[in-house]
């Protein structure tokens, strides 16, 4: 039987102090254009989950993040992805666009009042981490489990 590989996602919940979470609309990615989305990634080779949150964070959103700062929120299991979901209430720096070739907008939104343009297992993720929940399947096809 072969080996099962996945690709692993971080994606940052970043909240405000007013209790609101950072999204992105995405452009020119292949995947998700036109649609919100949390700041995320792939881990690189040889990267922990946490340190490629905070390399994402700096890359995208140009904010420095202490290891300390990040809770792990939920894990979501799909085909082919493990996408790991962090919050992050505390960090240093001013959120910026700094990938506008990949991004056309930041917006802060009410974790209850997303965006219905939202990609629609990041909108699964954020009700997860905001109800609590650390684990779920998403798209799995029935038939094979």
């Known amino acids: 039987m072969e080996k099962y590989r996945v690709l692993v996602g971080v994606h940052l919940v970043?909240?405000?102090?007013?209790?609101r979470v950072l999204l992105g609309r995405r452009v020119n990615t292949g995947f998700g254009?036109?649609?919100?989305?949390?700041?995320?990634?792939?881990?690189?080779?040889?990267?922990s989950a946490v340190a490629g949150l905070i390399r994402e964070?700096?890359?995208?959103?140009?904010?420095e993040i202490e290891a300390r700062d990040v809770e792990f929120a939920h894990v979501?299991?799909?085909?082919?992805?493990?996408q790991m979901f962090f919050t992050v209430r505390r960090w240093t720096g001013a959120v910026a666009n700094r990938e506008p070739e990949k991004c056309s907008e930041l917006c802060w939104f009410e974790p209850e009042d997303l965006p219905v343009e939202i990609v629609d297992y990041c909108r699964v993720g954020i009700g997860k981490?905001?109800?609590?929940?650390a684990f779920s399947e998403y798209g799995w096809d029935p038939i094979r489990g």
Request: proline letters at 2%; zero cysteines; hydrophobic letters at 40%.
């Open 33 to 47: 254009d036109g649609l919100f989305h949390v700041p995320a990634g792939h881990l690189e080779a040889g990267e």
């Open 129 to 133: 981490v905001m109800a609590g929940e």
């Open 14 to 19: 970043l909240v405000d102090t007013r209790g």
């Open 76 to 82: 979501l299991h799909s085909d082919e992805r493990v």
């Open 57 to 63: 964070a700096r890359e995208e959103v140009g904010i």
